[in-house]
T-cell receptor, first 115, second 115 residues
Framework: DVKVTQSSRYLVKRTGEKVFLECVQD?????MFWYRQDPGLGLRLIYF???????EKGDIPEGYSVSREKKERFSLILESASTNQTSMYLC??????????????FGPGTRLTVT | GDSVTQMEGPVTLSEEAFLTINCTYT??????LFWYVQYPGEGLQLLLK?????DKGSNKGFEATYRKETTSFHLEKGSVQVSDSAVYFC??????????????FGKGTKLSVKP
């Protein structure tokens, strides 16, 4: 079974702090994604990466950056956390199989509160 | 751009009731369509998918048919159980043929089933 793990289930940070959210997958997947989930807004894509050291902006990249130094790990960075970044953050990975991309597998999420 | 619209919740049903959650989409080309489920405290799991017009996806008693003429992918289940209580997300990918790349999600519909 594919396992996508996230470093924390719950996190409380203060405004202005630098925050790191870590995501690790164990299936050698090429593609990884970071979403945020907010009530009434569904899931919105922040950033994705299709290979090591490669990254692409999603729909709402402002205030975030990412790092993909190793294939299995994709980090989301909040350079200076703000209260409007309080949210549930979901990581997902997606692998190639038979020349086709397969389903996205999601981690359990990190609920971040910025005070 | 591409978008997904699904019925707003919450939806509350009694056990063994019939469930329909409406989903319509706007897309250029021929998207693949998906339903994801998020149980309390967990990440998203793929529930079912359909890759071309008139395909029916099914899993765990849930079904959805890809209707190109009405651009819809409504989720149905004949008899819900308490364990079906979750948030359901409709999603599309603009990669056809069952592959996934970036997904566009609806806002989610929360289902509560009472015993």
């Amino acid at each position: 079974d594919v396992k996508v793990t996230q470093s924390s289930r719950y996190l409380v940070k203060r405004t202005g702090e630098k925050v790191f959210l870590e995501c690790v997958q164990d299936m050698d997947h090429e593609n990884m994604f970071w979403y945020r989930q907010d009530p009434g807004l569904g899931l919105r894509l922040i950033y994705f990466s299709y290979d090591v050291k490669m990254k692409e902006k999603g729909d709402i990249p402002e205030g975030y950056s990412v790092s993909r130094e190793k294939k299995e790990r994709f980090s989301l960075i909040l350079e200076s956390a703000s209260t409007n970044q309080t949210s549930m953050y979901l990581c997902a990975s997606l692998g190639l199989a038979g020349g086709k991309l397969r389903e996205q597998y999601f981690g359990p999420g990190t609920r971040l509160t910025v005070t | 751009g591409d978008s997904v619209t699904q019925m707003e919740g919450p939806v509350t049903l009694s056990e063994e009731a019939f469930l329909t959650i409406n989903c319509t989409y706007t897309a250029t080309g021929y998207p693949s369509l998906f339903w994801y489920v998020q149980y309390p405290g967990e990440g998203l799991q793929l529930l079912l998918k359909a890759t071309k017009a008139d395909d029916k996806g099914s899993n765990k008693g849930f079904e959805a048919t890809y209707r190109k003429e009405t651009t819809s992918f409504h989720l149905e289940k004949g008899s819900v159980q308490v364990s079906d209580s979750a948030v359901y997300f409709c999603a599309l990918s603009d990669r056809g043929g069952g592959s996934q790349g970036n997904l566009i999600f609806g806002k989610g519909t929360k289902l509560s089933v009472k015993p």
